[in-house]
């Protein structure tokens, strides 16, 4: 194993009724702006619920509306002057990983001495000074329990990441995660949360970190629970025990702990994800199901290992008599089947996209950087024929 920090600063309120909690965190915080997405908050009930229990705390609540899937910067720029109009001193998300993300975006950049856009381009310091809560309603990112945001400016197509493990700036203060308010997730984008978080798994299972044993389990065990759940969930979306499952794989799919264990993993998938989302406007997940299988056949020419092991640890292979070559084949066979038994996209063409710029993908992919990936280090040029591949695929 590589040196590693596990630190995770996030009070996980995790199960049924847990949002009696919430009067209880909102104890010294005087004025708050509750951030949520399109409506489905206010379908459910759970707006009434949330704004029931901020009138009996007796605070001043704000609201921001309207934070869209793959959350826009010109929102986050919205609720950062409420902040600062209104002085608040605890932002509440009440939503899935879009809203959060928009959540941390605003607690960051509304104490921050540069814009909130040179903090995503260029990395510049932020600091925390405004809370963050979250009321978890869609099991995906992990956003919850990481310090990772994720925000669009559409105005240069492009899609950043930033958010640093190691230090208690951007991970939410608490987080209510009640799987019954995830009940209610429609089916496409139930079935993109169980894609996301396998993907973030898979993300860190393929790494090269010696002694991988017990990250390895972990990620195996989670991988082995989401391929069973998948095609339960999707044929049951009400039954609770498989979104509470569900739920508690999403948030530690990706909330530092596989990370320490497996050295950072890859990630490839996901950065090549970002290029096509920033500039298509897709849904994360949808991306994920069409770019890796498409990494997957490349990279596993060049280092089978790691599928060999999810063919027989996780997929349950038979792998009597076969080369290491057919098992990664097998492997990847199997994780087609499972997408399309999702219904997923396995092609760009699912959009309707005939024209696409290659150059500036691979731009928006690398940021700056040389290569991709750690698993197998991928040059420009093989960043360039993977993304095409997603364009020209059936
Ligand atoms: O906007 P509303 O009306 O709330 O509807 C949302 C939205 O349309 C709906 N929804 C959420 N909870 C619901 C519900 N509908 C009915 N009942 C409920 N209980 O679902 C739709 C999608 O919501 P969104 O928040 O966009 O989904 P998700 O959680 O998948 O978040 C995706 C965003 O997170 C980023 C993605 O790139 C994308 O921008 N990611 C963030 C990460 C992180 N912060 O760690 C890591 C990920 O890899 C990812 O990149
Ligand atoms: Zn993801």
Same mark, same amino acid.
């Given at each position: 194993?590589?040196?590693?920090?596990?630190?995770?600063?996030?009070?996980?309120?995790?199960? $049924?009724?847990?949002?009696?909690?919430?009067?209880?965190?909102?104890?010294? #915080?005087?004025?708050? =702006?509750?951030?949520?997405?399109?409506?489905?908050?206010?379908?459910?009930?759970?707006?009434?619920?949330?704004?029931?229990?901020?009138?009996?705390?007796?605070?001043?609540? #704000?609201?921001?509306?309207? *934070?869209?899937?793959?959350?826009?910067?010109?929102?986050?720029?919205?609720?950062?002057?409420?902040?600062?109009?209104?002085?608040?001193?605890?932002?509440?998300?009440?939503?899935?990983?879009?809203?959060?993300?928009?959540?941390?975006?605003?607690?960051?950049?509304?104490?921050?001495?540069?814009? %909130?856009? &040179?903090?995503?381009?260029?990395?510049?310091?932020?600091?925390?000074?405004?809370?963050?809560? *979250?009321?978890?309603?869609?099991?995906?990112?992990?956003?919850?329990?990481?310090?990772?945001?994720?925000?669009?400016?559409?105005?240069?197509?492009?899609?950043?990441?930033?958010?640093?493990?190691?230090?208690?700036?951007?991970?939410?203060?608490?987080?209510?995660?009640?799987? !019954?308010?995830?009940?209610?997730?429609?089916?496409?984008?139930?079935?993109?949360?169980?894609?996301? %978080?396998?993907?973030?798994?898979?993300?860190? #299972?393929?790494?090269?970190?010696?002694?991988? %044993?017990? /990250?390895?389990?972990?990620?195996?065990? %989670?991988?082995?629970?989401?391929?069973?759940? /998948?095609?339960?969930?999707?044929?049951?979306?009400?039954?609770?025990?498989?979104?509470?499952?569900?739920?508690?794989?999403?948030?530690?799919?990706?909330?530092?702990?596989?990370?320490?264990?497996?050295?950072?993993?890859?990630?490839?998938?996901?950065?090549? &994800?970002?290029?096509?989302?920033?500039?298509?406007?897709?849904?994360?997940?949808?991306?994920?199901?069409?770019?890796?299988?498409?990494?997957?056949?490349?990279?596993?020419?060049?280092?089978?290992? $790691?599928?060999?092991?999810?063919?027989?640890?996780?997929?349950?292979?038979?792998?009597?008599?076969?080369?290491?070559?057919?098992?990664?084949?097998?492997?990847?066979?199997?994780?087609?089947?499972?997408?399309?038994?999702?219904?997923?996209?396995?092609?760009?063409?699912?959009?309707?996209? !005939?024209?696409?710029?290659?150059?500036?993908?691979?731009?928006?992919?690398?940021?700056?950087?040389?290569? =991709? /990936?750690?698993? *197998?280090?991928?040059?420009?040029? &093989?960043?360039?024929?993977?993304?095409?591949?997603?364009?020209?695929?059936?």
């Amino acid at each position: 194993m590589e040196n590693f920090i596990l630190y995770n600063p996030t009070k996980l309120y995790f199960g $049924k009724n847990q949002i009696q909690k919430l009067k209880e965190e909102l104890k010294g #915080y005087n004025h708050i =702006l509750l951030v949520y997405g399109g409506g489905s908050i206010k379908k459910t009930g759970l707006y009434d619920q949330v704004t029931d229990i901020l009138k009996e705390a007796k605070v001043l609540a #704000y609201e921001l509306s309207g *934070v869209e899937p793959n959350p826009k910067i010109t929102l986050v720029r919205k609720g950062i002057d409420l902040v600062k109009k209104n002085k608040v001193d605890l932002i509440l998300a009440v939503g899935g990983g879009s809203t959060i993300d928009c959540a941390k975006a605003i607690s960051i950049g509304s104490v921050s001495d540069y814009d %909130i856009m &040179e903090i995503f381009k260029y990395n510049k310091p932020a600091k925390k000074v405004i809370k963050l809560g *979250v009321i978890l309603t869609l099991s995906a990112t992990g956003s919850e329990m990481n310090p990772r945001i994720v925000i669009s400016d559409n105005s240069e197509n492009l899609k950043l990441g930033i958010g640093n493990f190691d230090l208690n700036v951007t991970y939410p203060d608490f987080s209510i995660c009640d799987p !019954t308010f995830t009940l209610t997730v429609p089916l496409n984008q139930t079935i993109n949360g169980v894609i996301d %978080i396998i993907s973030h798994v898979l993300e860190q #299972y393929f790494n090269q970190n010696k002694n991988s %044993i017990l /990250g390895d389990e972990i990620a195996e065990s %989670i991988l082995r629970t989401m391929f069973d759940l /998948g095609p339960k969930i999707i044929k049951d979306l009400e039954n609770y025990e498989l979104r509470e499952t569900m739920m508690i794989c999403g948030t530690l799919a990706w909330n530092g702990l596989l990370r320490g264990l497996t050295n950072n993993g890859d990630w490839s998938c996901h950065g090549m &994800e970002h290029a096509l989302s920033a500039v298509y406007d897709i849904p994360h997940a949808e991306g994920l199901a069409i770019i890796t299988p498409i990494w997957m056949d490349f990279v596993s020419k060049i280092d089978s290992s $790691k599928f060999v092991s999810l063919a027989k640890n996780v997929f349950k292979i038979n792998t009597e008599n076969k080369t290491d070559d057919e098992i990664a084949i097998k492997a990847i066979e199997y994780y087609r089947n499972f997408l399309s038994n999702l219904h997923a996209p396995t092609s760009m063409k699912y959009y309707n996209i !005939t024209e696409f710029d290659l150059d500036a993908l691979v731009e928006k992919t690398l940021l700056g950087k040389k290569t =991709l /990936g750690h698993y *197998v280090v991928l040059s420009e040029e &093989e960043v360039k024929d993977l993304l095409n591949k997603c364009f020209i695929g059936e």
